[in-house]
């Protein structure tokens, strides 16, 4: 059974004070990874893909990287409009159309 | 615009009521998705759909039933709600690549709470 653990659950971070938001997983084998920001009450939205260890996807302040067991997303200089809900989720290899989330990490950047 | 719309947004109704929650994308996608998200539980799959009467069932597919008659149309169904289906719904369609899914687009969610 897939499984995708977040940490921390929480985070509060000063503004401009960089930290990075980890997503341990595990899978018989990843087809892709993937994270979203989600906003209270709204729906997720996407933020990056990522396919293979090594990979890397950067998008303003934000950069996610993934190695064989986990993924990091990486905030730099946060800001406060970067208050949200981080969720990751992962998909099997093997035309497998089933995608597990995880909790999620709620980042709270205070100014 | 391209988006994921959902109705009714908000729906209170009493356990045993039938209901139908609505899902619709603008985007073409053959790949749509439900999932109900609970606090400490987070986002679970209940069903999707790779096409056109192609459904498959999620993590937690127990007392939902769906139907995709068209591709652009998903809806859920709750026969006979009970109050552990109180939740936030949200359906979610994406473009597949053979026979996977890449990113979802989510719809606003559907709060449903069964008395």
């Known amino acids: 059974e897939d499984q995708v653990t977040q940490s921390p659950e929480a985070l509060r971070l000063q503004e401009g004070e960089s930290s990075s938001l980890n997503c341990s997983y595990t899978?018989?084998?990843?087809?892709?990874l993937f994270w979203y920001r989600q906003d209270p009450g709204k729906g997720p939205e996407f933020l990056f893909t990522?396919?293979?260890a090594g990979e890397e996807k950067e998008k303003e302040r934000l950069k996610a990287t993934l190695t064989k067991k986990e993924s990091f997303l990486h905030i730099t200089a946060p800001k406060p409009e970067d208050s949200a809900t981080y969720l990751c989720?992962?998909?099997?290899?093997?035309?497998?159309?089933?995608?597990?989330f995880g909790i999620g990490t709620k980042l709270q950047v205070i100014p | 615009e391209a988006q994921v719309t959902q109705n009714p947004r908000y729906l209170i109704t009493v356990t045993g009521k039938k209901l139908t929650v609505t899902c619709s994308q603008n985007m073409n996608h053959e790949y749509m998705s439900w999932y109900r998200q609970d606090p400490g539980l987070g986002l679970r799959q209940i069903y999707y759909?790779?096409?056109?009467?192609?459904?498959d069932k999620g993590d937690v597919p127990e007392g939902y039933k769906v139907s995709r008659k068209e591709k652009r149309n998903f809806p859920l169904i709750l026969e006979s709600p009970s109050p552990n289906q109180t939740s936030l719904y949200f359906c979610?369609?994406?473009?597949?690549?053979?026979?996977?899914?890449?990113?979802?687009?989510f719809g606003p969610g559907t709060r449903l709470t069964v008395t």
């Open positions: 989720a992962v998909q099997a290899a093997g035309g497998y159309q089933k995608v597990t």
């Open positions: 990522l396919y293979s």
């Open positions: 899978v018989s084998g990843l087809r892709g």
């Open positions: 759909s790779m096409n056109v009467e192609v459904t």
């Open positions: 979610a369609s994406s473009r597949t690549s053979g026979r996977s899914p890449y990113e979802q687009y």
